[in-house]
């Protein structure tokens, strides 16, 4: 047989399989994983059952069901302040993930440089080298993982295509400042680049704080791709719909890697989907709140053990750092997991380098009682 394609055949067993199954061998509280224990709102699950029975089960438009696109655009109009055409700047996609893809073979030709900021996203690396692109690293640092002008500039080069930006960032849980968007932002406009932006986390954001789209910084708004995901937003990872937001022009083509793709995504689910972002502002409140309260009562229960918290902005996760104490973070997941029980995953996965070795992620999004166990068996780790 003729060899495999290399970016994808050449990639190793990741430490995310291997936590997950040394998990399930020996039945240990599994944090590593990203998703709740929450089955998530019964209102838009009962939506997405009447749809199958009472909806439409054939193909829907390439773009995504009418209403939907129509709410994702009224949804960003009232909590992020976006004009979007609904006809020509909002797409449904089979996933974030998938949206991602699309818009990396879409806009990224062979040579094309693609600013990476690391730790990522563990598909970022494979499907930009997949589309073509040459990626261009950034490290953040621990514990703030802001933006450096300096090591952004330098990333940059006249074959730069574009950026590939996740705010809230996965696995650090940071929320970019105000002065790090606009650096992006000017960077972007100054070496005429595209921002893919993963804003999957947008919804997920604490301490009363609001997202702040790329979109919306001065020179933005035709140069951006704005990526959401209806699983981040209702807790329910399973289903796998995505938003792309873009200027008609960039929108075009995405639109045509997309059809390519995975072409549409189950109706009931976008029927569902575009009920549920309809929601009243409460619901969206308390969803956070809840997430908040889960995150201060394993927050205290790690530092009542003596571990370093390092503070969580958004997301469903929370890191420790553990300089000082003489061991790898992979190798701390291994013990973790074998000696008392509990999964989480080395930060260091989610560098291409493992530049960072010190800080471990966990998933905060579990009921009281999946916590309270966890930390009950990380006494005298």
């Not at 976006?82 to 990396?104: C, F, K, N, Q």
């Not at 890697?257 to 009243?280: C, D, I, M, R, W």
């Not at 969580?312 to 029980?341: K, N």
């Not at 989610?350 to 009281?368: H, I, L, M, Q, S």
């Amino acid at each position: 047989m003729k060899p495999l394609n290399a970016v994808f055949a050449g990639l190793p067993t990741t430490i995310f399989e291997e936590m997950s199954r040394r998990a399930r061998e020996t039945g240990a509280v599994n944090l590593g994983q990203g998703f709740p224990d929450d089955p998530g709102p019964a209102d838009v699950r009962e939506a997405a059952a009447r749809a199958v029975i009472e909806g439409w089960n054939q193909y829907p438009p390439m773009l995504g069901l009418p209403e939907l696109r129509a709410a994702i655009a009224a949804h960003y109009a009232r909590w992020q302040g976006l004009d979007l055409d609904p006809e020509r700047e909002v797409m449904v996609t089979s996933g974030a993930t998938e949206a991602i893809a699309g818009a990396l073979m879409a806009l990224v030709e062979p040579g094309d440089e693609v600013v990476l900021f690391a730790p990522m996203y563990d598909a970022y690396l494979p499907l930009v080298r997949r589309a073509g692109g040459v990626p261009r690293v950034v490290t953040l640092e621990p514990p703030r993982f802001g933006l450096d002008e300096t090591a952004l500039r330098a990333a940059v080069s006249p074959r730069t295509k574009a950026v590939l930006f996740c705010n809230p960032l996965n696995p650090t849980a940071t929320v970019f400042s105000d002065a790090d968007r606009a650096l992006l932002a000017r960077v972007c406009v100054e070496n005429d680049l595209v921002a893919i932006c993963d804003e999957v986390w947008e919804h997920v954001v604490f301490d009363g704080a609001r997202h702040r789209p790329l979109i919306a910084e001065p020179g933005m708004r035709e140069r951006t791709v704005k990526i959401g995901s209806a699983g981040k937003i209702f807790n329910l990872t399973g289903w796998k719909v995505g938003f792309v937001c873009a200027a008609p022009a960039l929108l075009g083509a995405l639109a045509k890697a997309h059809q390519f793709l995975t072409f549409t995504t189950p109706p009931n689910l976008q029927s569902a989907v575009a009920y549920g972002l309809g929601k009243e502002d409460a619901w969206f409140e308390g969803m956070r709140a809840d997430l908040q309260r889960s995150r201060d009562r394993f927050c205290a229960g790690l530092a009542a053990l003596g571990f370093s918290v390092i503070p969580a902005a958004g997301t469903y996760f929370v890191g420790v750092d553990l300089a000082g104490r003489g061991e790898t973070d992979v190798a701390f997941c291994r013990r973790l997991v074998s000696d008392h029980g509990v999964a989480a995953i080395p930060v260091s996965a989610f560098y291409p380098g493992g530049e960072v070795t010190n800080v471990v992620r966990f998933c905060f999004a579990k009921t009281d009682a999946t916590l309270d166990a966890a930390l009950e068996r990380m006494r005298g780790v």
